[in-house]
């Protein structure tokens, strides 16, 4: 009977302690710092793979990418496109017709991360990456099918384009490998991105996506697969400057703040 008692002050005592750090306010800072140490394990790597949305022909796609802010991507659909930034301008590389774009940057520290997000987004598959949280963000334990113990971090997104528009991402705790994201509209409309396969590496001791489905109210509409997950690639400076082939027609432009790159001829 002691024993039983003693078990049970125990279990009492672990059950109070884990309550009192799964406050909703303690567990979004700790998601917050554990996503921070994700991200800097995740400093340099290389991903290869392919993309298909609806019906349409599946697109081959590189992403290379070294911290800070250093990325390379290719796709070959709809058109054969190499983009990449090395720190200080953006190159733009299209084989059909061939030409080759330099762009000095003028856009200042926020409007130029915003800018390089929305570019290299196509490139970089969900996982790869922390989300953006936001001032609505909230926290609270979950369950996934992927994870006994998860976290799910809920926002309403902000601006008048996604008016309304919740997403939630599931991530596996402590190590908040990405296992899906879901988005919810006002007019009750759904979608989500599911993980189906991992990449995990021992050393840096997480998980990435080598798999992830796409799904619209309850129906598949594409999928990522990764052929090859390398966390750990060197990568030298000068793997994101690039220089114009031979027969390349080559241009200068600059990035400035109203968005439209203007002309320095070339």
Do not use: I
Not at 55 to 61: L, P
């Amino acid at each position: 009977m002691r024993l039983l008692l003693l078990l049970s002050c125990v279990a009492l005592v672990a059950c109070r302690s884990r309550s009192a750090t799964e406050e909703p306010g303690a567990l979004l800072s700790q998601a917050r710092q554990r996503l921070a140490e994700r991200d800097a394990k995740l400093a340099h790597y290389r991903l290869e793979g392919t993309q298909r949305e609806g019906d349409s022909a599946q697109a081959s796609f590189t992403f290379t990418y070294r911290a800070p802010q250093r990325m390379l991507g290719t796709v070959t659909a709809p058109m054969s496109r190499t983009v990449a930034w090395d720190g200080t301008h953006l190159f733009e590389k299209l084989d059909e017709p061939k030409q080759f774009t330099t762009f000095a940057n003028e856009l200042p520290p926020e409007k130029l991360s915003g800018f390089l997000t929305e570019v290299f987004a196509p490139f970089v598959p969900e996982g790869f990456r922390a989300p953006l949280l936001l001032r609505s963000v909230t926290a609270k334990r979950v369950t996934h099918a992927r994870a006994r113990d998860a976290v799910e971090l809920s926002m309403k997104l902000e601006g008048a384009e996604a008016e309304g528009l919740e997403v939630a991402y599931v991530l596996r705790w402590p190590t908040l490998d990405f296992l899906a994201k879901r988005t919810h509209a006002p007019d009750g409309g759904t979608s989500e991105v599911r993980v189906e396969d991992e990449h995990c590496d021992a050393a840096l001791q997480l998980c990435v996506p080598r798999r992830l489905t796409r799904w619209v109210d309850g129906k598949q509409v594409g999928e990522t697969s990764l052929s090859r997950v390398d966390l750990q690639a060197a990568l030298p400076n000068d793997t994101f400057t690039l220089v114009a082939p031979a027969g390349y027609t080559a241009q200068s432009r600059t990035l400035v703040e109203s968005g439209a790159a203007s002309s320095d001829g070339g």
